[in-house]
């Protein structure tokens, strides 16, 4: 079968590649490894994930997207390169159309470099589609509809919470907390209270293992591994959830605020039904533990998680490709 369409979630942390029919062909880390020496690009997704924090000073491993936009031109376009070619296979008849999901706050300049990077990865046609919209077709919202839903999809570098009623936006707010701010908050928590400093992988690794956004009756337990700050040498401390709760107040204080100033932002005839419909979440970072509890606490309002939430706005983007006229009012740019 000759791939026509592919949908990306170009995502902070992980990039996933929506083929119609297929499903979910691809879901890699966006991370990309580079020669200092010649620019050359070494490894892409998996493979450079696994260097980070690991590699001599002749590479270096980056993430070429920051808070859900491009940081780094060329090294985004390389990737996006190595993701359509992997998706494609061998035998390349023709350049495929490409739809990539990208923030609602995005720039009109940021938009237009992701559009050029996928043109020049290789796309025929590029098209832009704001994430919570697409996040909310691939949960499964009928967003056609006469009445609002609200959704949240908190990804690695943001959450963009909209309220969505006839196939747009009514009132949206993003806000630069995600499952990388989470990491670091981790990171920086452990050091100040234990003396111990963790990479990044680990700190990850503990916030799927512990965490939590709210304080646990139990509390779970697990092991860290790290570097003592005062000896210099390998320790392994015992951590609790509590801990990454803690850890965690910032940002997740800072994600409740930008809830409420949507929610304030939003007419009241569709905050009837979001009351009645209750907020989605969705994107990877929605998965942490007790995250719905903590929304619904703080804004009086049923939270449910989607259905593999990781998943939602890759899945979005390929219903839209396969839908695209009925989308078109939903797309931002094309080329």
């Not at 690009?41 to 859900?68: C, F, N, Q, S, Y």
């Not at 006469?146 to 006839?166: Q, R």
Request: one cysteine or more; glycine letters at 10%; charged letters at 25%.
């Amino acid at each position: 079968m000759f791939i026509k369409k592919i949908g990306i979630d170009l995502g902070t942390t992980n990039v996933l590649v929506y083929v119609p029919k297929k499903g979910i062909f691809l879901n890699e880390p966006s991370v990309v490894a580079i020669s200092k020496a010649d620019g050359k690009v070494l490894a892409v997704g998996l493979e450079a994930k696994d260097m980070i924090g690991r590699t001599p000073d002749t590479i270096i491993a980056e993430r070429p997207l920051k808070d859900g936009v491009i940081a780094n031109y060329n090294t985004t376009e390389a990737m996006l390169r190595y993701f359509i070619n992997k998706a494609l296979g061998g035998v390349r008849l023709f350049r495929p159309e490409v739809m990539v999901a990208v923030p609602a706050g995005i720039t009109s300049t940021e938009r237009r470099a992701v559009i050029d990077a996928t043109i020049a990865a290789g796309a025929r046609a590029a098209y832009i589609i704001k994430e919570p919209v697409v996040a909310a077709i691939g949960a499964d919202i009928p967003i056609g509809a006469a009445s609002g839903h609200m959704i949240i999809d908190i990804g690695g570098g943001t959450a963009e919470i909209a309220v969505i009623s006839l196939g747009g936006i009514v009132s949206w707010g993003s806000v630069r907390v995600g499952g990388n701010k989470f990491d670091q908050a981790i990171a920086d928590y452990i050091r100040h209270k234990y003396n111990l400093a963790i990479g990044e992988r680990m700190a990850e690794e503990l916030k799927i293992k512990i965490g939590s956004a709210l304080f646990m009756d139990k509390p779970l337990i697990t092991e860290v591994k790290g570097r003592d700050m005062i000896t210099g040498l390998p320790k392994i401390v015992s951590v609790n959830s509590d801990d990454t709760t803690e850890a965690l107040q910032h940002d997740l204080e800072m994600l409740v605020e930008a809830i409420k100033e949507v929610l304030h932002k939003t007419p009241p005839e569709l905050s009837a039904d979001v009351i009645d419909k209750g907020i989605i979440l969705s994107g990877g970072s929605a998965l942490l533990r007790n995250l719905d509890e903590l929304i619904a606490q703080a804004t009086g309002v049923s939270t449910y998680v989607a259905e593999e939430p990781l998943l939602c706005v890759a899945k979005g983007t390929g219903i839209a490709l396969e839908n695209l006229d009925s989308y078109k009012r939903s797309i931002l740019a094309t080329k």
